[in-house]
């Protein structure tokens, strides 16, 4: 303990959310310190990389037949290893600014759902973009932990945390979870839903970037009091020229409501699920959400609906696996020599 305690003075330990859509950073002691896409541009042929993050992002859809944008992240696990290794080097780099031999230590959060693959698969690219020693933490238990739920309390809590590729829910007790389910439906799949009504509708194709702006700007899945409306720009898949939409923040609940519906169901399979005198703990402690699918306009509102339980939103719903991860961090040294939490 005092050897990690003297590395740590001269390394930049970090919390990592690896998310499909973004990765966020902590940095123990500085709190959140990079958020940026997990999106990596490279060459064609030779998979040089060209831009990563912020830059790679704005190429996604508008890239030559050269260069290709990519997400190597999809569903929460590595789809590809290479460019996610080159990802994760950039940003240990990016962040981890001491002029030292030591390298850092990492927590990163995984989804509750991956396999030990998936896991032995996320370390060793970790491990091999110069992390001195990784540590995983399934992600529902470092959203709570981030969102401030009293994890240690023989209380149930509940979290449905909405990431980029994967939606996690979990039921959480004296620092376990005790029923957990993930789900490969998250904002990622809203985009693609918001894409495909527009090409049904409109017969309009529409990026991802697009499909993204207007889920954020009009995305909805429970009535509003004044709804919205929007232009939207993409090409005419009859004539092949550019075209404009006028579309209604209805519109945009009629194209999520299928993938929501499956979310809904996972919440409600996850309540079937949980023993009774947690279940009963449920209905003074609420659902807690998490993560940026989470801030879809309507959704608390829909859930409490569905369930007849209170449902908050976390305070900063997009940062809670990495301020987690970070949390997690903090503690590290006493909590390997303990077993209050699983990771």
Same mark, same amino acid.
């Given at each position: 303990?005092?050897?990690?305690?003297?590395?740590?003075?001269?390394? *930049?330990?970090?919390?990592?959310?690896?998310?499909?859509?973004?990765?966020?950073?902590?940095?123990?002691?500085?709190?959140?310190?990079?958020?940026?896409?997990?999106?990596?541009?490279?060459? %064609?042929?030779?998979?040089?990389?060209?831009?990563?993050?912020?830059?790679?992002?704005?190429?996604?859809?508008?890239?030559?037949?050269?260069?290709?944008?990519?997400?190597?992240?999809?569903?929460?696990?590595?789809?590809?290893?290479?460019? #996610?290794?080159?990802?994760?080097?950039?940003?240990?780099?990016?962040?981890?600014?001491?002029?030292?031999?030591?390298?850092?230590?990492?927590?990163?959060?995984?989804?509750?759902?991956?396999?030990?693959?998936?896991?032995?698969?996320?370390?060793?690219?970790?491990?091999?973009?110069?992390?001195?020693?990784?540590?995983?933490? @399934?992600?529902?238990?470092?959203?709570?932990?981030?969102?401030?739920?009293?994890?240690?309390?023989?209380?149930? *809590?509940?979290?449905?945390?909405?990431?980029?590729?994967?939606?996690?829910?979990?039921?959480?007790?004296?620092?376990?979870?005790?029923?957990?389910? $993930?789900?490969?439906?998250?904002?990622?799949?809203?985009?693609?839903?918001?894409?495909?009504?527009?090409?049904?509708?409109? *017969?309009?194709?529409?990026?991802?970037?697009?499909?993204?702006?207007?889920?954020?700007?009009?995305? $909805?899945?429970?009535?509003?009091?004044?709804?919205?409306?929007?232009?939207?720009?993409?090409?005419?898949?009859?004539?092949?020229?550019?075209? #404009?939409? $006028?579309? #209604?923040?209805?519109?945009?609940?009629?194209?999520?409501?299928?993938?929501?519906?499956?979310?809904?169901?996972?919440?409600?399979?996850?309540?079937?699920?949980?023993?009774?005198?947690?279940?009963?703990?449920?209905? @003074?402690?609420?659902?807690?959400?998490?993560?940026?699918?989470?801030?879809?306009?309507?959704?608390?509102?829909?859930?409490?609906?569905? #369930?007849?339980?209170?449902?908050?939103?976390? @305070? @900063?719903?997009?940062? %809670?696996?990495?301020?987690?991860?970070?949390?997690?961090?903090?503690?590290?040294?006493?909590?390997? *020599?303990?077993?209050?939490?699983?990771?």
């Amino acid at each position: 303990m005092f050897f990690n305690y003297i590395f740590g003075l001269f390394s *930049n330990d970090m919390g990592i959310d690896l998310g499909t859509s973004s990765v966020i950073v902590f940095i123990k002691g500085q709190n959140i310190v990079l958020r940026e896409p997990s999106v990596v541009a490279m060459e %064609c042929g030779t998979k040089r990389v060209l831009a990563i993050g912020i830059e790679a992002k704005k190429m996604l859809g508008k890239t030559p037949s050269n260069i290709i944008a990519i997400r190597p992240l999809r569903n929460g696990v590595i789809a590809d290893f290479e460019a #996610t290794e080159k990802m994760i080097r950039y940003f240990i780099k990016k962040v981890h600014v001491k002029k030292t031999l030591l390298h850092p230590r990492v927590v990163i959060g995984v989804p509750s759902g991956i396999t030990e693959v998936e896991r032995r698969a996320v370390r060793e690219s970790a491990e091999q973009a110069g992390a001195r020693e990784v540590y995983l933490i @399934d992600e529902p238990m470092a959203a709570a932990i981030g969102a401030g739920i009293q994890i240690q309390e023989p209380k149930g *809590n509940m979290i449905v945390d909405i990431g980029g590729g994967t939606t996690e829910v979990a039921i959480i007790s004296l620092g376990g979870m005790v029923v957990a389910k $993930s789900l490969d439906v998250a904002g990622d799949k809203l985009d693609e839903a918001v894409v495909q009504y527009f090409r049904r509708k409109y *017969n309009l194709t529409v990026g991802e970037n697009t499909a993204e702006e207007v889920k954020m700007k009009m995305g $909805s899945v429970f009535p509003l009091e004044e709804e919205l409306t929007m232009n939207v720009k993409g090409r005419d898949l009859l004539t092949g020229l550019p075209k #404009t939409v $006028s579309i #209604t923040s209805e519109e945009v609940r009629v194209s999520l409501s299928e993938p929501i519906s499956k979310v809904i169901g996972v919440v409600r399979s996850v309540l079937e699920e949980t023993p009774a005198e947690l279940a009963a703990d449920l209905v @003074d402690q609420g659902i807690i959400l998490s993560g940026g699918g989470s801030l879809v306009k309507g959704l608390p509102e829909l859930l409490i609906k569905e #369930t007849g339980l209170p449902v908050n939103r976390a @305070d @900063d719903p997009l940062t %809670c696996v990495a301020k987690g991860t970070g949390m997690y961090l903090e503690e590290l040294d006493n909590i390997k *020599n303990s077993r209050k939490i699983n990771i």
